[in-house]
């Protein structure tokens, strides 16, 4: 076993390190997280859709009649969302580069604008601001931050004397740089469209085709899962490392299951934000609660005081007290279980959606709640909810053999050291 961990810790813990210190997907990832609440905001207008398509008769139709009141705040949350991206992965850069100007994020959002948005005889048109607008604003905010830090550091920027209040020597100084991001933004929109006779959008779709269409299977879900886990036992935040390269993915899928039931039609993926953390995190990264559990009833002291501190954050989805004061961390006894344990339920919960046997995700839903009730509001479906339990209580089994070594083992050393004690006394 420790042969193993030492292997994995040679080649995985450079590779993670670089990962968590990269500004640039630390930034996306920060960024496109930033959006959840808006986009389980405009979700939630769509439940009311959802049901009445499902139970049909007299509610459905009164739902389809009053559609338009339902998805009224859709258009100002999941149908503009990339907007938010770009504004927020933008902050994000910024602040990691340590830039003051409180304007770059704003910048961010005008170029995205250029890029997404076309001009028709009817007007503007904004479908590109949704999820196929996602990956775009990745592009948009880091483009206009890179241009801005670049200006500023060779001092093509406009400088006003210090008597100038602040406001306005920001205002001033993102003025070039500004300019600049504008003419090259319009000069590609404007290529696309001439040259192309398509939209900048659908050509970074059509060059992320395989990627997005591959993502969303069950062996992408489960190297996912297994390489969360691995770095949570070297002591990095697996799911915030990992999440960097997923979340802009699964969050496009979810935008897309939701607009297809607001449409009347069914969900098509299952690999979404919700997905990931209503059944493969419930009660934490592992799904420990049940040895959470088995913890607080231990004769081993050190470990029940752990249980005890940990039961009420684990119940609703945060395990980081059991992962740190365990430790998960370099844990032999742990290592197999915690590793392993949440593939095999990647995979069982993935196959129970392909096959039909569990509903897919809707939308997306709050999380942090206990085992079920986010996999409930997610697909509407019973047994998603009992899916999560069962996940739970499997992932139980799985640990109980390796707890029990560990509790003996913690039991072997608090022996020693009362003994050491009395001999002292």
């Known amino acids: ?12 813990f450079p590779i993670a390190m670089k990962l968590e210190k990269q500004k640039h997907l630390q930034s996306v990832k920060d960024g496109v997280i ?21 139970i049909g008769g007299g509610l459905g139709e009164w739902v389809n009649a009053h559609i338009d009141i339902f998805n009224f705040p859709t258009y100002f949350t999941t149908n503009i ?5 770009a504004f927020f992965i933008a902050d994000s850069l910024a602040k990691r580069y340590n830039m003051k100007s409180t304007l770059i994020g704003v910048s961010a959002v005008l170029v995205h604008l250029i890029l997404c948005v076309t001009l028709t005889e009817t007007g503007w048109d904004v479908s590109s601001l949704g999820a196929e607008g996602l990956f775009v604003s990745i592009i948009s905010g880091i483009f206009v931050v890179e241009v801005t830090r670049l200006m500023e550091k060779y001092r093509l920027v406009i400088r006003m004397p210090d008597s100038v209040p602040p406001m306005v020597a920001e205002s001033f100084s993102i003025l070039l740089p500004l300019a600049v991001n504008v003419i090259v933004a319009s000069a590609l929109a404007l290529c696309c469209a001439e040259l192309g006779g398509t ?39 697996g799911a915030a490392i990992t999440s960097s390269v997923w979340a802009p993915f699964a969050i496009s ?5 939701a607009a297809a039931v607001a449409a009347g039609g069914d969900p098509s993926h299952i690999f979404t934000f919700g ?15 049940l040895l959470v559990i088995m913890m607080m009833r231990s004769k081993a002291k050190s470990l029940s005081s752990i249980g005890k501190i940990g039961i009420i954050p684990s119940i609703f989805g945060i395990n980081e007290p059991i992962i740190f004061g365990v430790p998960m961390i370099m844990n032999p006894f742990m290592f197999i279980p915690f590793v392993f344990g949440p593939v095999i339920i990647a995979i069982i919960t993935y196959l129970c959606m392909q096959y039909g046997l569990v509903g897919l995700p809707l939308w997306e839903a709050p999380g942090f709640l206990p085992p079920g009730f986010q996999a409930f509001l997610l697909t509407l479906d019973w047994k998603a909810a009992a899916l999560a339990i069962f996940s739970v209580c499997l992932m139980g089994a799985f640990y109980y053999p390796f707890f029990k070594a560990m509790e003996a083992d913690e039991l072997r050393k608090e022996r020693e050291i009362e003994e050491q004690n009395q001999v002292k006394e």
Not at 1 to 12: E, S
Not at 38 to 53: H, V
Not at 81 to 85: H, K, P, Y
Request: proline share 4%; glycine share 8%.
């Open 199 to 237: 939209t900048f959008p659908k050509i970074i779709i059509s060059l992320l085709a395989p990627a997005i269409s591959s993502m969303d299977s069950v062996w992408a879900v489960a190297i996912i899962v297994l390489l969360t886990q691995l770095l949570w036992v070297f002591g990095l935040h």
């Open 34 to 54: 930033a959006i959840i609440p808006i986009i389980i905001i405009g979700s939630f207008c769509m439940i009311p859709i959802g049901i009445g398509n499902m």
């Open 275 to 289: 997905f990931y953390y209503g059944f493969l995190q419930v009660s934490g990264s592992g799904l420990t609660l």
């Open 1 to 12: 076993m420790k042969t193993l961990q030492d292997k994995l810790q040679k080649w995985l």
């Open 81 to 85: 969302m990339s907007i938010f991206s």
């Open 253 to 257: 899928y979810a935008t897309e299951n």
